[in-house]
């Protein structure tokens, strides 16, 4: 079975200062990968999906990045955090076919306070 | 603007009753959708899918979709206090800013079962 893992579980970091969160997916090849932000009152807001390594697309412009350096390694970014960026960090994987319905599955979460 | 939509809530309902959740959307185009269960605090676990116009049932949980009206319902039959929970809607949508296959959340309806 498909498991997602991600680290750590909190965060809290100064403002300016750098962020890197890590998502690991076991038991599939080649998944699509997504990395989410949930603020406080606010929806799911996707901020970038890959299909596979070194691809990557950013849906809303922002201090952030993300790289797939492996593939079932999704990486989250930034050089210097903002209050802004404080909320719950989600990484999600589908599967890749073409025919997927692209149900997606979530990691635990990582939830990031910048203060 | 492609949006889903939800009654924030809170929706309260009794132990045993059937509590039904509600979810527009505005794309003609959407071809899955889903609903998701997020307890405080963690992060969102898949519950139902639909692709389908008409019923699905899984166990206590019946998921309706009517693609004419843009609608889809989740209804939980006998209702437990282990139900409480943040459900998220969300729905598939082609061709979105040019990519293809992410979803589209609600901010959820937030239900509490009275014991």
């Known amino acids: 079975s498909q498991t997602i893992h991600q680290w750590p579980a909190t965060l809290v970091q100064p403002v300016g200062s750098p962020l890197s969160l890590e998502c690991t997916v076991e038991?599939?090849?080649?998944?699509?990968l997504y990395w989410y932000r949930q603020a406080a009152g606010r929806g799911l807001q996707l901020l970038f999906y890959?299909?596979?390594?070194?691809?990557i697309s950013s849906e809303v412009p922002q201090n952030l990045s993300a790289s797939r350096p492996q593939d079932r390694q999704f990486i989250l970014s930034s050089k210097k955090l903002l209050l802004s960026d404080s909320g719950f960090y989600l990484c999600a994987w589908s599967v890749s076919a073409a025919s997927s319905y692209n149900e997606q599955f979530f990691g635990p979460g990582t939830r990031l306070t910048v203060l | 603007q492609k949006e889903v939509e939800q009654n924030s809530g809170p929706l309260s309902v009794p132990e045993g009753a059937i509590a039904s959740l509600n979810c527009t959307y505005s794309?003609?185009?959407?071809?899955?959708f889903f609903w998701y269960r997020q307890y405080s605090g963690k992060s969102p676990e898949l519950i139902m899918s639909?692709?389908?116009?008409g019923d699905k049932e899984d166990g206590r949980f019946t998921a309706q979709l009517n693609k004419a009206s843009q609608y889809v319902s989740l209804l939980i039959r006998d209702s437990q206090p282990s139900d409480s929970a943040t459900y998220l809607c969300a729905v598939n949508l082609l061709n979105y800013g040019g990519s293809q296959g992410n979803l589209i959340f609600g901010k959820g309806t937030k239900l509490s079962v009275k014991p």
């Open positions: 890959s299909v596979g390594i070194g691809q």
């Open positions: 639909i692709y389908s116009n």
């Open positions: 038991g599939t090849s080649n998944p699509n």
């Open positions: 794309d003609r185009v959407s071809q899955s």
